[in-house]
């Protein structure tokens, strides 16, 4: 098992950067993936990026090119840094850590507010 702990979420102004990040209890290397997710109330969870073992980046097309997220192995920590942010970016964001078999672990979650 792993404990998945999110920070860097909070209020700001559209326009605005935030930097997310995902702090592990372990080794996130045995993981296939990690990954960024959101969930805006009554709306179900969109991924927003994936990293995967090797280094390789897939994005939401809403978050293409303003959102970037990275891996540092060696702290065994995920950052997702969200510069030009909407309004529509607000939600709860998830980290996550999925094995290539078995359940996904994900963190409690924090939240982005953006406000136009």
């Known amino acids: 098992q792993v404990q998945l702990v999110e920070s860097g979420g909070g209020l700001v102004e559209a326009g605005g950067s935030l930097r997310l990040s995902c702090a592990a209890s372990g080794s996130i290397l045995r993981f296939s993936r990690m990954g960024w997710y959101r969930q805006a109330p009554g709306k179900q969870r969109e991924v927003v990026a994936t990293?995967?073992?090797?280094?390789?980046?897939d994005y939401a097309g809403s978050v293409k090119d303003r959102f970037t997220i990275s891996r540092d192995n060696a702290k065994n920590t995920v950052y997702l840094q969200m510069n030009s942010l909407k309004p529509e970016d607000t939600a709860g964001y998830y980290c996550s850590a999925e094995p290539t078999y078995g359940e996904i672990y994900w963190g409690q979650g924090t939240q982005v507010t953006v406000s136009s």
């Open positions: 990293i995967n073992w090797s280094g390789v980046r």
